[in-house]
């Protein structure tokens, strides 16, 4: 059984019980692929996240599918690249850790991850890469549901 795959893809149209969809600390659009899940998803996610306010940086707060085909939207406040010595790396490894937690506390069993914060954030790809893929893999060796 697959549990871990890297694709590319439209994340608007995946087909998972979850998408990751990164956000400010204010849940507003983070760059790109945060306006792209804006525009899919259904006015009322807007709404939704009015409702909640806010997502400390590394943190998930969780949404409806609102019109995606996906039960969830997980959005995470993720972090800006600036130049490395500001914990960055640690706040990603921390959005992803939440956002498989949070999955794993609802009973999600598949989560698709943008590749976040190396858009308009200018986190350096390969590093982001790096931590996306250990964290993941770390968590999986913890968890196997």
């Known amino acids: 059984m697959k549990r871990f795959t ?3 893809g439209d994340i608007t ?3 998972a019980d979850a998408v990751v969809h ?5 849940l507003e659009s983070a760059g790109t692929v945060s ?3 804006f525009r899919a998803a259904a006015p009322s996610m807007k709404e939704e996240l009015q409702t909640i306010g806010s ?3 590394g943190s998930v707060v ?3 599918g609102h019109g995606l085909s996906v039960k969830k939207i997980l959005h995470t406040a993720n972090p800006r690249w600036l130049g490395g010595e500001q914990g960055e790396a640690q706040i990603l490894a921390s959005c992803y850790r939440s956002c498989l937690q949070k999955a794993v506390e609802l009973g999600l069993k598949s989560i698709v991850f943008p590749s976040i914060s190396t858009g308009t954030y200018h986190f350096p790809v390969n590093l982001a890469a790096n931590v996306a893929v250990r964290t993941i893999l770390d968590f999986l060796k913890e968890d196997d549901s």
């Open 55 to 57: 997502c400390p940086s």
């Open 35 to 37: 306006e792209e899940i």
């Open 6 to 8: 890297i694709q590319v």
């Open 22 to 26: 990164p956000v400010t600390e204010q």
């Open 13 to 15: 149209r995946c087909q």
């Open 62 to 64: 969780v949404t409806e």
